[in-house]
């Protein structure tokens, strides 16, 4: 099994940037495609981006040119850089991890997910 800790969400002025991490334990990074996805109150959970085992990235077209996905194999750690937040990123951001199934920022099933960390934009 693996575990999943996110860090680094809080609030932030539109055209503010964040960083999101998030740990893993209990398994490897490597051979898990790794992905972030949001959900605000009220509305759908929304696939972000994600990350394959080889590192190939794939984005959602509301967030391509403003974020980042990258992983440190070594550290067992997943980030998410946001620049240009948009009042409409506001919402809770989770990272997930799964070693079967297409791997790409519109997967919303995941086998492995944390507890989520916050993002407000105003």
């Known amino acids: 099994d693996v575990q999943l800790v996110e860090s680094g969400g809080g609030s932030v002025q539109s055209g503010g940037s964040l960083r999101l991490s998030c740990e893993a334990s209990?398994?490897?990074?490597?051979?898990?495609?790794l992905g972030w996805f949001r959900q605000a109150p009220g509305k759908k959970r929304e696939g972000v981006a994600a990350?394959?085992?080889?590192?190939?990235?794939s984005y959602a077209d509301s967030v391509k040119g403003r974020f980042t996905i990258s992983k440190d194999n070594a550290a067992n750690t997943l980030y998410l850089q946001m620049n240009s937040l948009q009042l409409e990123d506001t919402a809770m951001y989770y990272c997930?991890?799964?070693?079967?199934?297409?791997?790409?920022?519109?997967?919303?099933?995941?086998?492995?997910w944390g507890q989520g960390t916050q993002v407000t934009v105003s």
């Open positions: 997930a991890a799964d070693v079967y199934g297409v791997c790409n920022a519109n997967r919303l099933a995941w086998r492995y």
């Open positions: 209990g398994d490897t990074y490597k051979r898990y495609c």
């Open positions: 990350i394959s085992s080889g590192g190939s990235t």
